[in-house]
């Protein structure tokens, strides 16, 4: 989102016009802000066969799914219906890489009948799909590094009490199974979480990657999921992804030539390629004073956002409406009958009822984590590419809402 005379932007589209356009509460995402993410990841390890897998987790929308495809990049998913949409997305199964978790073997069979990779994480589901299919279907397996790479222990999942992946100290007891049922494995994966910051850590547990890889001699990728830290308030510390691919793409080269062969390296970044692509548009319903605070009460809610709610996370906040106006101090807060505070004692532009807030970073994991609470209605999710705006997903209905009831006649 830019000011440019005196009037906020994004991608070209004035933000004031958007929301006369589409109403509030919307959530906007611009095409140019995910292609310069993407294309940094792809010059970070441009000397590897490097393979984006995007993490459709973090924003589901088919729209961008089409455009992460037109790009290059393949899909990471995380349940059946992920893999369904991606594949109506346009994605060929084997860009699609399925790593579920604590899931029914039948939804595993149902990746496999699909045809995309399949990435298990637990030892049990291993012998289950070696007694199934033998080494006649391949398979990934992930591995828990138990290394702590992420700033924010509520999303590190790489750790020793984490339900991910299997340890790697059960990785004899995986060797056995594998051999034992003739597994053929064609890819060994890591994912120690979000907002990883230290490349040391990153490239330590790239290392543990690598030791364990050779025990499997037909591999043709490893990956190493993502995480990647991106800036949510001004002057945060983020990944260095530059220098993380100087440091990682002659360790992974010099391990493709001990492998004896030339392997793809894979990454499933989601937040780092949306994150900063996604503005959230509310309205401000009330201005309340209390003898402690004065809050700014807007037509949201943690039932369309709950990132703050739920990981105490940062968005920073902007009147769109009133960008010359004197600072105050305002407590956000929403609509939901719970204590749904976005931002606590922000400094911003004097807000007035009718004015219209800003969530900046609010790509990833916004709509994707909405829901339904206290009966609301999700908001509208709109596209800008190349200067023009798309409505990609129409702001639900009160119909919507009963759809899917039953027997909505029955008599008491």
Not at 24 to 35: E, F, G, L, N, S
Not at 127 to 151: K, L, Q, S
């Amino acid at each position: 989102m830019q000011l440019i005379d005196g009037r906020w932007q994004i991608g070209g589209c004035d933000v004031l016009e958007l929301c006369d356009k589409y109403s509030t509460p919307v959530y906007v995402y611009d095409t140019a802000k995910m292609r310069e993410r993407y294309d940094a990841l792809k010059q970070a390890f441009a000397g590897t066969r490097m393979s984006i897998k995007y993490a459709c987790k973090a924003l589901t929308n088919p729209a961008v799914l089409r455009f992460f495809r037109s790009l290059g990049a393949g899909v990471d998913t995380v349940s059946a219906q992920e893999v369904r949409m991606a594949l109506e997305a346009g994605f060929e199964p084997q860009a699609i890489l399925f790593t579920p978790n604590c899931v029914a073997f039948d939804e595993i069979r149902q990746a496999v009948e699909l045809g995309v990779h399949v990435n298990i994480d637990n030892i049990p589901t291993l012998e289950r799909f070696g007694d199934v299919y033998g080494g006649t279907v391949p398979v990934c397996i992930r591995i828990n590094p138990h290394i702590m790479a992420g700033a924010n222990p509520n999303i590190s999942v790489g750790h020793i009490d984490s339900k991910f992946g299997i340890s790697i100290h059960q990785m004899r007891h995986v060797k056995r199974v594998v051999e034992s049922h003739g597994i053929h494995v064609n890819g060994i994966h890591m994912h120690t979480g979000s907002d990883i910051l230290s490349i040391d850590s990153f490239v330590r547990a790239a290392e543990v990657l690598f030791d364990y890889a050779e025990m499997f001699p037909k591999l043709d990728f490893v990956d190493f999921g993502s995480g990647f830290k991106v800036a949510y308030r001004e002057g945060d510390v983020t990944t260095n992804v530059e220098e993380l691919g100087r440091r990682l793409t002659p360790l992974f080269n010099d391990f493709c030539k001990r492998y004896g062969r030339e392997l793809e390296l894979w990454f499933e970044p989601g937040k780092f390629l949306v994150s900063e692509a996604g503005t959230f548009l509310v309205e401000v319903n009330v201005i309340k004073q209390t003898p402690a605070a004065v809050f700014a009460g807007v037509n949201s809610g943690m039932n369309h956002l709950i990132r703050p709610m739920f990981y105490d996370a940062y968005h920073h906040i902007v009147n769109v409406s009133n960008p010359d106006g004197p600072p105050r101090i305002y407590t956000v807060v929403g609509y939901i009958c719970e204590t749904d505070t976005f931002g606590l004692d922000r400094n911003l532009n004097e807000v007035r009822e009718g004015d219209i807030l800003a969530f900046n970073n609010a790509g990833a994991y916004g709509i994707s984590m909405a829901s339904n609470y206290n009966s609301r209605l999700r908001p509208a999710e709109v596209l800008v590419h190349e200067g023009q705006d798309y409505l990609i997903r129409r702001r639900e209905t009160f119909e919507d809402l009963t759809r899917c009831l039953e027997s909505t006649d029955l008599q008491f």
